[in-house]
């Protein structure tokens, strides 16, 4: 019984030790396992680029698991029906040109779908830091198990570079913050040069502008999903999410082409 134990803790141990380590060197890493992050993911891995996108929590999804209301349902529009298509999500339509979505069945495909695309998620690991070489250009992130954050241990973090990182930490906006407080100096193209904040909800302006916005604000960094309304000062949206995938394609996009200069 013993050895049956000694074989369980070493295959795990083995396994994700080797894996781990396969990600120290990225071409993308993102931030964040909400459906902009899992969708710029798919994309990226489709295209045979190395991505991981680092997850603090032991779950994936962000705030698409609880619809609206904690109704498990969420809205799609017409123009973005497609994306949700391409995995094989269901759609049902409803009254002026809207779809409705399954938020159970479009988290669950959108991380299976990015994982049979190629990308590595990762969870329970906070990006506590970015990395910044080449004339203050993000290079990577810095990461730590997230159980030592809520600790509150002092146990030092490990760093995993990487040419482009997408910062998909919804509200927070957590990574541009990082950037934002760390390196004297740095501007965003925004109004205030720096995060500016989101605004109330207005979900037809909020849609349109956070594909619109998706972009590099800072050399090596892009920022896509609501990370997006939150730097620029952009309205919410509330739940509905054709935007959020749109985005993720984008930052897919600019990622691409960065890495490949």
Same mark, same amino acid.
């Given at each position: 019984?013993?050895?049956?134990?000694?074989?369980?803790?070493?295959?795990?141990?083995? $396994?994700?030790?080797?894996?781990?380590?396969?990600?120290?060197?990225?071409?993308?890493?993102?931030?964040?396992?909400?459906?902009?992050?899992?969708? /710029?993911?798919?994309?990226?891995?489709?295209?045979?680029?190395?991505?991981?996108?680092?997850? $603090? &929590?032991?779950?994936?999804?962000?705030?698409?698991?609880?619809?609206?209301?904690?109704?498990?349902?969420?809205?799609?529009?017409?123009? /973005?029906?497609?994306?949700?298509?391409?995995?094989?999500?269901?759609?049902?339509?409803? &009254?002026?040109?809207?779809?409705?979505?399954?938020?159970?069945?479009?988290?669950?495909?959108?991380?299976?779908?990015?994982?049979?695309?190629?990308?590595?998620?990762?969870?329970?690991?906070?990006?506590?830091?970015?990395?910044? $070489?080449?004339?203050?250009?993000?290079?990577?992130?810095?990461?730590?198990?997230?159980?030592?954050?809520?600790?509150?241990?002092?146990?030092?973090?490990?760093?995993? $570079?990487?040419?482009v990182v997408i910062d998909a930490t919804g509200h927070e906006a957590s990574i541009?913050?990082?950037?934002?407080?760390?390196?004297?100096?740095?501007?965003?193209?925004?109004?205030?040069?720096?995060?500016?904040?989101?605004?109330?909800?207005?979900?037809?302006?909020?849609? #349109?502008?956070?594909?619109? &916005?998706?972009?590099?604000?800072?050399?090596?960094?892009?920022?896509?999903?609501?990370?997006?309304? /939150?730097?620029?000062?952009?309205? #919410?949206?509330?739940?509905?999410?054709?935007?959020?995938?749109?985005?993720?394609?984008?930052?897919?996009?600019? /990622?691409?082409k960065k890495i490949r200069i």
């Open positions: 019984m013993k050895l049956k134990d000694t074989k369980v803790t070493t295959s795990i141990i083995k $396994r994700f030790s080797q894996d781990l380590l396969d990600l120290t060197e990225l071409d993308v890493a993102v931030v964040g396992a909400g459906p902009s992050g899992l969708t /710029a993911a798919r994309y990226l891995a489709k295209a045979n680029v190395k991505v991981a996108v680092f997850e $603090r &929590n032991l779950h994936v999804g962000g705030g698409l698991w609880g619809g609206g209301i904690l109704f498990p349902r969420v809205v799609v529009q017409e123009s /973005a029906k497609g994306i949700f298509e391409e995995i094989g999500i269901e759609l049902k339509s409803t &009254n002026g040109g809207y779809y409705t979505v399954d938020s159970v069945e479009a988290v669950s495909k959108c991380t299976a779908s990015a994982i049979d695309a190629g990308a590595s998620i990762v969870v329970g690991f906070n990006v506590e830091d970015v990395l910044i $070489r080449e004339g203050d250009r993000v290079s990577g992130v810095v990461i730590n198990w997230a159980a030592v954050e809520l600790a509150k241990l002092h146990v030092d973090p490990v760093g995993v $570079r990487a040419k541009a913050r990082i950037v934002q407080r760390k390196i004297p100096g740095a501007k965003f193209p925004t109004s205030t040069g720096g995060v500016v904040g989101e605004k109330p909800m207005w979900a037809e302006v909020g849609e #349109r502008e956070i594909v619109r &916005n998706t972009r590099e604000i800072y050399p090596g960094l892009i920022v896509t999903g609501m990370a997006v309304n /939150a730097v620029f000062g952009l309205p #919410r949206m509330g739940p509905i999410f054709g935007g959020m995938l749109f985005s993720g394609k984008r930052a897919a996009e600019i /990622a691409l």
